[in-house]
T-cell receptor, first 110, second 114 residues
Framework: DAKTTQPTSMDCAEGRAANLPCNHS???????VYWYRQIHSQGPQYIIH???NNETNEMASLIITEDRKSSTLILPHATLRDTAVYYC???????????FGQGTILTVHP | DTEVTQTPKHLVMGMTNKKSLKCEQH?????MYWYKQKAKKPPELMFV???????INESVPSRFSPECPNSSLLNLHLHALQPEDSALYLC?????????????FGEGSRLTVL
């Protein structure tokens, strides 16, 4: 898996968009970008993934730069329940062999 | 049913004890995983099972012994553990046939070794 770099922590006001960046400059052509989050004392939760194109689902949007060296996870309207550690993973096609980095602690404030 | 169920939620054991962690899923997933997570650290992969066969062992010490008796169950047998093995043990499952990267995690079993 390619190494990823994320800010250690970020704050966001409730109701505002949370934009979480991730650098993965060594990502190879067949590696996907995955995002997971882990709320305190729970198991990680899959959010979204992408290869080249931007992706959107009911939880979030994923914007991947054209050179694929970085990406941004967008939570469009953050709530207090979105407070969690967010992990960006640049991984290959080997299922399940995901290498979690240190992640970003997102704190959503009222 | 999109749940991965892990039991027990909490376990305290001595270094001479033998215990087991259990994991169950009914999503028809044929890949199952054990991850270990120390406090304030990210999860680390331990084992991967595919179609009930061990496919990845991330150089885990033999005092941890995984078992996949059928496609729905995954066990982790623990013997002669050390205090530094205290951690949250996470089970996960996923489809095998297509790579979605979507792992479903349980809430974990928190292990304390005295």
């Amino acid at each position: 898996d390619a190494k990823t770099t994320q800010p250690t922590s970020m704050d966001c006001a409730e109701g505002r968009a949370a934009n979480l960046p991730c650098n993965h400059s060594t990502i190879s052509g067949n590696e996907y970008v995955y995002w997971y989050r882990q709320i305190h004392s729970q198991g990680p939760q899959y959010i979204i993934h992408g290869l080249k194109n931007n992706e959107t689902n009911e939880m979030a949007s994923l914007i991947i730069t054209e050179d694929r060296k970085s990406s941004t996870l967008i939570l469009p309207h953050a709530t207090l329940r979105d407070t969690a550690v967010y992990y960006c993973i640049a991984g290959g096609t080997s299922y399940g062999k995901l290498t979690f980095g240190q992640g970003t602690i997102l704190t959503v404030h009222p | 049913d999109t749940e991965v169920t892990q039991t027990p939620k909490h376990l305290v054991m001595g270094m001479t004890n033998k215990k087991s962690l259990k994991c169950e899923q009914h999503m028809g997933h044929r890949a199952m995983y054990w991850y270990k997570q120390k406090a304030k650290k990210p999860p680390e992969l331990m084992f991967v099972y595919s179609y009930e066969k061990l496919s990845i062992n991330e150089s885990v010490p033999s005092r941890f012994s995984p078992e996949c008796p059928n496609s729905s169950l995954l066990n982790l047998h623990l013997h002669a553990l050390q205090p530094e093995d205290s951690a949250l043990y996470l089970c996960a499952s996923s489809q095998v046939d297509r790579n979605t990267g979507e792992l479903f995690f349980g809430e974990g079993s928190r292990l304390t070794v005295l």
